[in-house]
Structure formats: C-alpha cells, structure tokens
C-alpha cells in the first residue's frame, strides 16, 4: 500500500486519481466567527491558519499545483477596514509562514490584477516569489485582486494591442492564444475546484481554465475544512466519469 504520511493520516493514493492542479475557493470565514460570536477578522485568521494545512495535505497527496481564492475583484465591496484586515492579513502570513512554506518545499505564485493592489501587498508578492522560486514539490497559487473576467479581459487587450500593432491578423485569435494569455499559462487548467461552506457557485474564480473542472462544496467552513474533507473530495474526483463532451471511456469500448 502506497501510505505515506504521519501518524495520524493515511495518505494513501493507491487507485485514488489526485488531481494535479486543484483550485479551492476558501469561503465561509465570516460564518464561521459568527457561530462563535467572534468578529469577522478572527475568521480571516482562522482561515489563514488553515491555508497550511490545506498545503501540507495537498503536497503529501501528490497535487503539484494548488490554486486558492484568497481575494476576489469583488471584495473591494466590502466595508473598509476588513478589506484593511484581510491586506495586512496576508502580508503577516506570507512572512511568518515561509519557513514551514520552504519545509514542505512550496514555491509559491500569484494571479489577478496585482498591480492594483498596494505596495506593501506587493513587495511580500514579490519577495514571496522570489524567495521560494526553486522550490519543487508543489506550487501554492494565491489568487489576490483575482477575477476570471478581469483576466480574459486583460488577455484581450494583449491580443488586441497585437492587433493593432500589426504583428496578429484577428484569425489568428484562438482558444490556444488565448489560453497562453492569460496570467499564468504554464498553470494547468484545474481538474477539480472544492468550495467549502456549501455555495454552489464560482464567484468569478478560474472562468476561462475551469471550462471542463470538476465541481465539489462541502457544507464544512473554510477555517474547518481539514484533511477528511480533502481526503473526501479526492475520493468524489476519483469516481467520476469525465467525459469532455464524448462519450464515457466503457461506452466508446463497445
Ligand atoms: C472568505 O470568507 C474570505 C474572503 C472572501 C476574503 P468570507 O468572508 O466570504 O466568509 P462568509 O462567506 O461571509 O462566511
Ligand atoms: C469568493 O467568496 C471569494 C473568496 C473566497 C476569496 P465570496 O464570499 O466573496 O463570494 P460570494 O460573494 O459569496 O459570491
Ligand atoms: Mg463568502
């Protein structure tokens, strides 16, 4: 049996078909400090905190790109001092953290509008990436000022400006191209996207790469969702019969 792993998990993937790039949109920190009368900021750094073990479960089950909505082109809506929170929030986790980021071998990257965001958030993006870029197990992308339509949108301009500059006839315009514009095209397209606390729904996440994922919410919160949840999802992934739009592997034998 192919377990590896510590005492408590199994982190068995004999059979189990993990996927190689897996997006998790990590919701419901909010709801989860509400149930216990605390305030919306101890949600925030619940989830965090469970931003790690997410990324340990994840490289020990073999995942070798880890995509995370940690703030979407949305969340500028709302009130001023959580938006405060949840920056400061993350510049405090990617520079405590690195250490156990650089034990378990994580390079990690970011995707979305990052030049909107302020420079205090961008320096830690930028040391962040440099600092972990030959790390080799898997790659954490932290999707921050991150929105699937501001990313095709920005993926035309380029191909527009092209365009106009002359050096693209509009024929040449495909879903190729296009996929090699947007902001990180050497990310494989996820096979699976989980989101906890139980919406069904992609929140502008991952538009253009999530065309054929696989789709899984568990009721479980974010700041909850743990190595039973994943080990759950992964399970669920393993059984399903992806087609692409053909016919499923069995039927297309007979
Ligand atoms: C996700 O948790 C964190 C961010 C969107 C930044 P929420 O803050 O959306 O939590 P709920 O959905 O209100 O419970
Ligand atoms: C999606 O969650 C964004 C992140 C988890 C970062 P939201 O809580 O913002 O999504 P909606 O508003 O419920 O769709
Ligand atoms: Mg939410």
């Known amino acids: 049996m192919a377990a590896i792993g510590d005492k408590k998990k199994t982190y068995d993937t004999t059979g189990l078909k993990v996927p190689v790039s897996l997006g998790v949109i990590m919701d419901g920190n909010g709801r989860w400090a509400k149930k216990r009368l605390l305030p919306r900021s101890a949600g925030h750094r619940a989830g965090a905190e469970n931003l790690k073990e997410l990324c340990r479960n994840c490289g020990r089950y073999g995942v070798k790109y880890l995509t995370v909505y940690a703030f979407s082109t949305e969340n500028w809506a709302r009130p001023e001092d959580e938006v405060h929170q ?10 405590r953290y ?3 980021l650089e034990q378990e071998g994580i390079r990690v990257r970011f995707t979305g509008d990052i030049a909107a965001l302020p420079e205090k958030v961008r320096n830690t993006i930028a040391e962040g990436e440099e600092r972990s870029k030959n790390r080799q197990k898997m790659q954490l992308i932290v999707a921050m000022n991150y929105g699937g339509r501001r990313e095709i949108e920005n993926a035309a301009r380029r191909l527009a400006k092209k365009v106009k500059d002359g050096e693209l006839e509009p024929e040449q315009i495909t879903e190729q191209l296009l ?15 989980i989101r906890p606390s139980g919406e069904m729904r992609l929140s502008n996440f991952l538009l253009w790469e999530s065309a054929y994922s696989e789709f899984w919410v568990s009721q479980t919160l974010w700041p909850d969702f743990g190595y039973d ?7 669920d992934y393993a059984g399903r019969d992806r087609r692409f739009g053909g016919l499923s592997s069995k039927e297309g034998k007979s």
């Not at 996929?179 to 996207?193: C, F, G, Q, R």
């Open 86 to 95: 949840l920056m400061e929030l993350f510049v405090e986790f990617f520079e």
């Open 179 to 193: 996929s090699e514009n947007m902001y990180l095209p050497d990310v494989p397209d996820p096979e699976l996207i």
């Open 229 to 235: 949840d994943l080990t759950q999802a992964f399970r």
């Open 98 to 100: 690195d250490p156990e």
